[in-house]
């Protein structure tokens, strides 16, 4: 626990629902993958996740359901059934076919979030062929590596989007295709580009799915580039029993929800969770096509009448900059469940969901490599503020020590490592089976994270393999101190580096962003460095702390701790394709 946040108790009394998992140890006791292959539909053991999240639902009961209300930029609404999905779909993997893409061939997406984004993203995995998406805010060049070391043979994308593709095309070999999307627009594209409505708006509403087995591929998805280059990560079509299981117990899906992700698909969140988690369990997802604003975010929830929105911590840090004020003057009553992920949630993040609307906010824990959730806090569980909850029941997450072997003594810190073998594990990065084979030793996948388990079985994440600090003797969370750091009211964010040092190895140096209304001054620092002194104890407080504009964050909002390194260090920036515009 971390001194000064308590336990909070679980919010069963205040869901509308029983929740999905009443017990944690006993459905951990009694798991078994099979039972959830079963609950899919998986005809002659074939599995397609276009079939599972669109056709099983379109074919069914849900046929008139809403999939998707979307919501433009502009503030548009337009529906689409599981009906509709399985319509569009339908053509867009007829349109695909027609032009001669063949299964197993990648292709990408490049596209802001509007409907077409998701219709062709399951025309692709009809077909068989692999979806690869891309974040629309990428400039030319990492676009061209990532579609270059996939060999893409296609970019899907718009009329805004298309020049960062002409700048780059003559460079990918690989780059048969290039349709653009006129959403509603209209209009001609050049003879070198194919217009999607031309072959999409003819093709027939029927198809037939291409007979994808678990082991075909289904997704490839590149890392975000927090550590370094980003990595293309494989997944197959069983993920979708991962994504399908973690949707329903860890998203605690009920018929009934309005569920909004914040995630753009060009992340792993946004598609495993922003399509396959709550397609598959057919719930109505809202889709904002818009960018953030507090106030743009709470109309969404309120609009909507949003039930369960899962986020990220750099969202939250920002609502929470705006004030919990802001969210008290929306009807937000409709929320039942909030959740985040993406980077540790400070524990200040947890607690101030309860002051903004009245509900906790449950971190949880998972990689692009993991392809669905693998620890969090459930809804049925109380929930310790800064912690990343407890393992997934069907998977085996776990801490171990420099050999290998489960740590059995509570809060020792080690390697967050996971055991090999759960549906949504990737198979291989893109070509790159080398660093693929690299993760996993002595049985065990290796996350690339540090963390520690307490008595009970509460994971807690204490950063990065290269983040974690060594001071003195002492190992110090980057995590923890940014934490204590962001609870003094001049703080907006923080990221903390270990700077190499002669004496110690190395000492704990603090960069902060300040909140609105406040400047620096050596009074400020030292009051900074005396709440952080008070709040961890002289050894592991700051010995530097610097004020900064802003962060370096990835453009899915982690902060760079490496680039924070490099520029104190003057050293080489490495791979920063992700990194956010200044
Ligand atoms: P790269 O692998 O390219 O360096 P990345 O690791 O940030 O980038 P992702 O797969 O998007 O790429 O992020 C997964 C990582 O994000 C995790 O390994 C972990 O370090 C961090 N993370 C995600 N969720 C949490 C969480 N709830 N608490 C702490 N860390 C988290
Ligand atoms: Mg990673």
């Not at 197993?104 to 692709?124: K, Q, T, W």
């Amino acid at each position: 626990m971390i001194e000064g946040y308590p336990e909070i108790p679980k919010t069963i009394g205040e869901l509308k629902a029983a929740p999905q998992i009443p017990d944690w140890s006993a459905m951990r006791e009694s798991w078994d993958w099979d039972d959830v292959w079963e609950e899919l539909d998986t005809p002659d053991g074939l599995i397609n996740k276009a079939y599972e999240c669109i056709d099983r639902h379109a074919d069914g009961a849900r046929a008139n359901k809403a999939a998707i209300i979307w919501q433009s930029a502009s503030n548009e609404i337009e529906t689409y059934t599981y009906s509709d999905m399985k319509k569009q779909t339908n053509k867009v993997a007829n349109a695909l076919k027609s032009i001669g893409i063949e299964k197993g061939e990648r292709v990408f997406l490049l596209a802001d979030r509007i409907p077409e984004l998701y219709f062709s993203c399951f025309g692709i995995l009809k077909i068989g062929a692999i979806m690869a998406p891309l974040f629309s805010a990428f400039g030319p060049e990492p676009i061209k590596d990532r579609i270059d070391r996939a060999e893409g043979c296609t970019v899907i994308t718009t009329p805004k989007l298309l020049p960062k593709i002409n700048a780059i095309r003559d460079q990918l070999p690989s780059l048969r295709n290039v349709i653009v999307i006129n959403h509603r627009e209209g209009g001609d594209v050049a003879d070198s580009d194919i217009s999607y409505s031309s072959i999409v708006d003819p093709a027939s509403e029927e198809f037939e799915i291409e007979k994808t087995g678990a082991e075909d591929w289904s997704v490839m998805h590149f890392t975000s580039g927090t550590t370094g280059l980003p990595k293309g990560a494989a997944h197959v079509h069983s993920a979708i029993v991962s994504q399908y299981a973690t949707g329903k117990y860890v998203l605690d899906f009920n018929d009934d929800d309005i569920y909004w992700c914040t995630a753009d698909p060009g992340w792993v969140t946004g598609t495993s969770y922003g399509m396959f988690a709550p397609f598959s369990n057919g719930v109505t997802s809202v889709i904002d096509e818009g960018g953030f604003g507090a106030k743009r975010w709470y109309e969404v929830v309120q609009n909507h009448k949003v039930t369960v929105w899962y986020t990220a911590p750099t969202a939250i840090r920002l609502l929470m900059r705006s004030g919990a004020k802001v969210a008290r003057e929306h009807d937000l009553s409709s929320l039942r469940y909030v959740m985040s992920v993406g980077e540790p949630l400070n524990p200040e993040g947890v607690v101030w969901g309860i002051e903004a609307f009245d509900l906790p906010i449950h971190d949880n824990w998972w990689q692009t490599e993991t392809g669905a959730i693998m620890c969090a806090n459930y809804p049925s569980m109380p929930i310790r503020p800064g912690s990343m909850g407890r393992p997934f029941p069907g998977v085996h997450v776990t801490v171990v020590d420099d050999e290998g072997n489960e740590i059995a003594e509570a809060e020792t810190e080690g390697a967050l490592v996971v055991k090999p073998g759960w549906p949504s594990q990737f198979r291989t990065y893109w070509n790159d089976q080398e660093r693929y084979d690299s993760r996993f030793i002595n049985g065990w996948y290796y996350t690339g994270d540090r963390a520690k388990m307490d008595a009970d079985g509460y994971i807690w994440f204490l950063g990065r393999d290269d983040d974690v600090i060594n001071t003195a003797g002492h190992l110090v969370s980057p995590f923890e101190v940014e934490s204590a750091l962001i609870e003094h009211e001049a703080v907006a964010e923080a990221g903390v580096i270990g700077k190499p040092d002669e004496v110690a190895m190395e000492v704990v140096k603090a960069f902060v962003t300040l909140s609105d209304g406040f400047e620096e001054s050596p009074e400020l620092l030292r009051a900074l460095n005396r709440h952080c002194r008070t709040r961890l104890g002289p050894a592991v407080a700051p010995r530097e702390i610097a004020v900064i504009d802003i962060l370096p964050k990835t453009r899915s909002g982690k902060i760079m701790r490496r680039l924070l390194k490099a520029r104190e260090l003057g050293l080489d920036e490495g791979d920063t394709s992700t990194l956010e515009d200044d």
